[in-house]
């Protein structure tokens, strides 16, 4: 069975109200990067909400690791458009929020207090926000932010990513600099990725495979393979291939727009 | 003066004028000290009954901080339980605000009748009076909390109360705090009330006697010893809000 598993879902947020996504069904590797895109409106951000269990489906069914989703599970870890730090702790307490939920880290939390220190440190290293461990939310500009807000979303090793449009908000060089710096973490510690997001280029840089909705509501259009060679270097942007894949994708959503 | 002193020695600069308007007036116009006492003529009575007025400032002191203590805890637990549950806030908040629209004078009566003339029922004077706010304030931090910061601790499987000890009382500290400044100057109110009316002890009870003797000075210097109480406290209360929420102040100049 595969990781993620989406069979037949719908969801409405009002009972009998508009369907937010309709008849959904697909499946997601254990340890692949897969994008979804599509216009507004298309229910990416319900999608993130089902896998990660913060609602529940009205029809169908969602499995996310051999198990039915009922619940939130702390095996998913999300990063979001906003960073969402919270302004009353540093960055380092901000990172080490999941281990004062999640189990096992939870119960263990007294005793490897300097481990639990060390990791969230060590990570914060990785993503280049060295030095910035005691520094508030406000005292960082809104890519070291977003920086901050990936390390949270890491911290506990989740089995599962999900990334629900987390460089939306960026400007584009910065937004450039964090795309390669969440292939270089999924290259390095492999997990299940899935990101939402309507940049087709991020999606085609990003992921193995890049899923197309529709809007209103929202229907998978499109399962699109990216056979792009890893590791990609950014240039790989300005390369015909690359430039086909986000063309297709672009048509995709030109039609279901029209539609 | 440079400008950053006189902004900081603006309060004295404006109350030193005040004063000096009053004592004009009541020079250039004969006031007569029993209707109104000139600002040097309260000093001296104040200087004077030095010694009875710091008693029944003590006592003025600690009924309020024990009104005002019963208030932050009632406050707090009332605020967290309508802030957190629709249907406590539903149930609770037409008795809460139709209780708080009672004058609290017309209720003390009541207390003495229960509880006699004293400490007992100035303290519930300036808790009924002062717990409003902290509520309102406390319920208000909890209930507007974003969906984007609980989403967060959601997603990673945490409880309810999780929650609560995790982002939203955090988040609800600065309002917590800010009722507090306004909340123990309206505990002050309650018992000056509480003691002019049924009580032997205490500034307004002090306040009472000196009018019925016709001291008006006296009078005044009561009215100024509970003014500067309430400045002191909402001073520290303010710096504690300062000290304990500055994530939320800063890079401003908190009132």
């Known amino acids: 069975m595969a990781f993620v598993q989406f069979e037949n879902v719908s969801l409405a947020y009002q009972p009998g109200g508009q369907t937010a996504i309709e008849n959904v069904s697909f499946k997601v590797d254990e340890n692949a990067f897969v994008a979804v895109v599509g216009p507004s409106g298309c229910g990416k951000s319900t999608l993130m909400k089902l896998v990660s269990g913060l609602k529940p489906a009205s029809e169908g069914y969602v499995y996310v690791g051999n198990r039915e989703v009922t619940g939130p599970l702390g095996i998913v870890g999300m990063a979001f458009q906003q960073a969402n730090l919270l302004p009353w702790r540093t960055t380092l307490q901000n990172v080490m929020l999941p281990l004062e939920i999640v189990e096992p880290f939870r119960s263990q939390q007294k005793r490897q207090r300097c481990e639990h220190e060390a990791m969230a440190r060590a990570l914060l290293a990785k993503v280049g926000l060295a030095g910035c461990e005691d520094k508030f939310p406000w005292e960082l500009s809104g890519g070291m932010q977003q920086r901050a807000s990936i390390c949270r979303a890491l911290i506990h090793k989740p089995r599962l990513l999900m990334l629900d449009e987390p460089f939306g908000a960026l400007d584009a060089f910065t937004r450039e600099e964090l795309w390669c710096l969440m292939r270089d973490l999924w290259q390095s510690e492999p997990f299940t990725a899935i990101l939402v997001t309507h940049d087709l280029r991020e999606a085609v840089f990003l992921a193995d495979r890049v899923i197309v909705m529709s809007p209103k509501p929202g229907r998978i259009i499109d399962d699109r393979l990216v056979d792009l060679p890893r590791p990609r270097p950014l240039e790989l942007c300005y390369s015909e291939a690359f430039a086909e894949h986000v063309h297709a994708l672009r048509c995709q959503i030109g039609h279901a727009r029209q539609s | ?255």
């Open chain 2, 1 to 255: 003066m440079p400008p950053s002193l006189i902004i900081r020695a603006a309060p004295v600069l404006l109350l030193l004028a005040l004063l000096g308007v009053w004592h004009l007036a009541c020079t250039a116009l004969a006031i007569p000290d029993f209707l109104l006492p000139s600002p040097m003529a309260v000093w001296h009575a104040g200087v004077d009954a030095f010694d009875p007025i710091m008693m029944h400032a003590q006592q003025t002191l600690l009924t309020t901080l024990g009104g005002f203590a019963l208030a932050v805890i009632v406050g707090l637990l009332l605020g967290i339980a309508v802030g957190i549950s629709p249907l406590i806030y539903r149930a609770c908040y037409p008795l809460m605000v139709g209780f708080n629209s009672i004058p609290k004078v017309a209720f003390v009566p009541v207390l003495v009748v229960w509880f006699g003339i004293g400490t007992i029922p100035a303290i519930i004077t300036a808790f009924l009076i002062s717990f409003f706010p902290i509520v309102v304030n406390v319920a208000t931090g909890l209930s507007t909390l974003e969906p984007e910061l609980e989403d967060v601790l959601r997603s990673l499987g945490a409880s309810r109360f999780d929650i609560l000890r995790k982002v939203a009382i955090p988040r609800a500290l600065p309002y917590f705090f800010a009722s507090l400044k306004v909340s123990i100057t309206l505990a002050f109110v309650g018992s000056v009330i509480a003691e002019t009316v049924a009580s032997n002890l205490g500034i307004g009870y002090l306040m009472m006697s000196a009018s019925s003797t016709m001291n008006m000075a006296l009078v005044f210097a009561g009215l100024a010893v509970i003014g500067a109480m309430g400045v002191v406290m909402y001073a520290f209360f303010s710096q504690a809000e300062q000290h304990f929420t500055a994530w939320a102040h800063r890079g401003t100049h908190a009132p």
